[in-house]
T-cell receptor, first 112, second 115 residues
Framework: GQQLNQSPQSMFIQEGEDVSMNCTSSSIFNTWLWYKQEPGEGPVLLIALYKAGELTSNGRLTAQFGITRKDSFLNISASIPSDVGIYFCAGQGGSTLGRLYFGRGTQLTVWP | DADVTQTPRNRITKTGKRIMLECSQTKGHDRMYWYRQDPGLGLQLIYYSFDVKDINKGEISDGYSVSRQAQAKFSLSLESAIPNQTALYFC??????????????FGQGTRLTVV
C-alpha cells in the first residue's frame, strides 16, 4: 500500500503559539485531506485540497497541497485549548478509486 | 442525529465469539468503508463497498467479513474474535457523485475489547 509519513508524532505547545505539521507520501496523490479527531469521536474533515500548489484556509487553519504532489502541510495559527486532538492527513492517488490512505496522526496538546 | 451511526459504541467480548458491528447512514452515499484505529497507527482500511453489489478487501481484511445489506447499511463481522482485534473501529461514507468523492465522513466509532 501507499506510505504516508506524518510528522511530528506529537506536539506540546502553549496557547497562542502557531503549529505546523506535514505529511509526505511515497507516491503522487491527487487529493489531500486533513482531519481532526477529538477523544471519543470520529475524525472530522477540516480541509480538502484538490490541486497541486493549492493553499486553502478554514479559520485559523491553513493547508497546502505541495507542488510535487507528494506532500501537504497544515498550519494552525494562534492555537487555543480547543485545538487539542489528533490531526490526520489523508491522501488519494489516481489509481486507488476513492480509497484514502491515512498518516499516523499528530497528537496536539495545548497548554493554557 | 448523526449522519453516520455506529452500533454498539462500546463492546466487550470473549475470545472466539462472533460479533457484528453495524453502521447506517442517512447521507445517501453509495460508498462505505470500515477502518480500524490502533494507538499511533492511524486508520487502516479493512473493507470497502462502492455500491450494494460491490465488496472489496482493504489492507487488513484477514479475520473480518462484511455485508452491505442496503445502500444505507454496512456491517462488519468478526467470525471468531481474538485479543489483537481489540481496537477502535470506524465506519465512513463518501459520495462519488459530488465530484469530491474522496471526502470521507466518519461515524463516532465502536470501541471493541476482546478478552
Amino acid at each position: 500500500g501507499q506510505q504516508l509519513n506524518q510528522s511530528p508524532q506529537s506536539m506540546f505547545i502553549q496557547e497562542g503559539e502557531d503549529v505546523s505539521m506535514n505529511c509526505t507520501s511515497s507516491s503522487i496523490f491527487n487529493t489531500w485531506l486533513w482531519y481532526k479527531q477529538e477523544p471519543g469521536e470520529g475524525p472530522v474533515l477540516l480541509i480538502a485540497l484538490y490541486k497541486a500548489g493549492e493553499l486553502t484556509s478554514n479559520g485559523r487553519l491553513t493547508a497546502q497541497f505541495g507542488i510535487t504532489r507528494k506532500d501537504s502541510f497544515l498550519n494552525i495559527s494562534a492555537s487555543i485549548p480547543s485545538d487539542v486532538g489528533i490531526y490526520f492527513c489523508a491522501g488519494q492517488g489516481g489509481s486507488t478509486l476513492g480509497r484514502l490512505y491515512f498518516g499516523r496522526g499528530t497528537q496536539l496538546t495545548v497548554w493554557p | 442525529d448523526a449522519d453516520v451511526t455506529q452500533t454498539p459504541r462500546n463492546r466487550i467480548t470473549k475470545t472466539g465469539k462472533r460479533i457484528m458491528l453495524e453502521c447506517s447512514q442517512t447521507k445517501g452515499h453509495d460508498r462505505m468503508y470500515w477502518y480500524r484505529q490502533d494507538p499511533g497507527l492511524g486508520l487502516q482500511l479493512i473493507y470497502y463497498s462502492f455500491d450494494v453489489k460491490d465488496i472489496n478487501k482493504g489492507e487488513i481484511s484477514d479475520g473480518y467479513s462484511v455485508s452491505r445489506q442496503a445502500q444505507a447499511k454496512f456491517s462488519l463481522s468478526l467470525e471468531s474474535a481474538i485479543p489483537n482485534q481489540t481496537a477502535l473501529y470506524f465506519c465512513a461514507t463518501s459520495d462519488p457523485a459530488s465530484g469530491q468523492n474522496t471526502e470521507a465522513f466518519f461515524g463516532q466509532g465502536t470501541r471493541l475489547t476482546v478478552v
